[in-house]
């Protein structure tokens, strides 16, 4: 069964300074692999999708690298900003068919002012 | 635009009993899914649907039924709710199945087992 584990499980940062997430995967037959957000008592926010084939996505401050071979993926945010503070959770799709996301239990961000 | 609804947003339930929960989206979505987060544990899937009319099982489904008569809802039923139940519902929808497009979540339902 694919185990996603995303360390560290907390993390704080002053304001301004650029960070890495760490999603690593176990099964490297993945089809594609998702970066979310989710703030307290709040449902989840997709950030960025990656599919196989690729090798990152951007999207503003945020770009999401996905190394397939060793099971990894990382979440860059440049610049943080006390609103960045969240938690990010990655996921990632078997390629076996099935419609299930593999859910890491996330980074709890905290962005100091 | 609403996006993903869930109702109710929180409930206690004693052991034994059943209830309803709801989820309405209205970004025409042909996939939606049932998930329960936990502590310590990633989102778990409890049963999705490709489409009207159909539903499939996902990692965790026992315990629950879903139905999925209308294209915009998806309902999540607890027959006889067990403390092991107790945790935070997620509904989410998609156009695309496989996570080829993104997810759209509600904010959650917080269910509590006494």
């Known amino acids: 069964k694919q185990e996603v584990t995303q360390i560290p499980a907390a993390l704080s940062v002053p304001e301004g300074e650029n960070l890495v997430l760490n999603c690593s995967f176990t099964?490297?037959?993945?089809?594609?692999l998702q970066w979310f957000r989710q703030d307290p008592g709040k449902g989840l926010t997709s950030l960025l999708l990656?599919?196989?084939?690729?090798r990152e996505q951007t999207s503003g401050r945020l770009n999401a690298s996905l190394d397939k071979s060793s099971g990894r993926s990382t979440l860059y945010i440049a610049a943080s900003q006390p609103g960045d503070s969240a938690t990010y959770l990655c996921?990632?799709?078997?390629?076996?068919?099935?419609?299930?996301?593999?859910f890491g239990t996330g980074t709890r961000l905290t962005v100091i002012p | 635009n609403a996006g993903v609804t869930q109702t109710p947003k929180f409930r206690v339930l004693k052991t034994g009993q059943s209830m309803t929960l709801l989820c309405a989206q209205d970004m025409n979505h042909e996939y939606m899914y049932w998930y329960r987060q936990d502590p310590g544990m990633g989102l778990r899937l409890i049963h999705y649907?490709?489409?009207?009319?159909?539903?499939a099982k996902g990692e965790v489904p026992d315990g629950y039924n879903v139905s999925r008569l209308k294209k915009q809802n998806f309902l999540l039923g607890l027959e006889s709710a067990a403390p092991s139940q107790t945790s935070v519902y997620f509904c989410a929808s998609s156009p695309l199945g496989r996570g080829q497009s993104p997810l759209h979540f509600g904010n959650g339902t917080r269910l509590t087992v006494t």
């Open positions: 099964d490297s037959a993945i089809y594609n």
């Open positions: 649907s490709v489409g009207e009319g159909t539903t």
């Open positions: 990656i599919q196989s084939s690729q």
């Open positions: 996921a990632v799709v078997q390629s076996t068919g099935a419609n299930n996301l593999f």
